[in-house]
């Protein structure tokens, strides 16, 4: 069973930064594409950013320019740094990888961006 374990949540200011971080363990095989969701209460979870396995990268608009995905193949661990955190950046933020034909979450991490 693979498992993905994300950290570097936190409490920023806005204008702030962090980096978030997914590991995928316990895989037999290749990790396809990874992403980073996000989800406010109330609210359907929405997609941030999405690499390839040949780090092809898409944004969601609210993010481009302020974020940066990034993955290590060796480490199967895939990267969000976030800079000028907004206040409506504040959610639970959600890894996922794709493994041939299954798709695996990670536990979630809260990033809350406030003063």
């Known amino acids: 069973q693979v498992q993905l374990v994300e950290s570097g949540g936190g409490l920023v200011q806005p204008g702030g930064s962090l980096r978030l971080s997914c590991a995928a363990s316990r895989s037999s095989f290749s990790i396809g594409a990874m992403s980073w969701y996000r989800q406010v209460p109330g609210k359907e979870r929405e997609l941030v950013a999405t690499?390839?396995?040949?780090?092809?990268?898409n944004y969601a608009d609210s993010v481009k320019g302020r974020f940066t995905i990034s993955r290590d193949n060796a480490k199967n661990t895939v990267y969000l740094q976030m800079t000028s955190l907004k206040p409506e950046d504040t959610a639970v933020y959600y890894c996922n990888a794709k493994i041939i034909l299954n798709y695996y979450w990670g536990q979630g991490t809260q990033v809350t961006v406030s003063s």
């Open positions: 690499i390839s396995s040949a780090g092809t990268t």
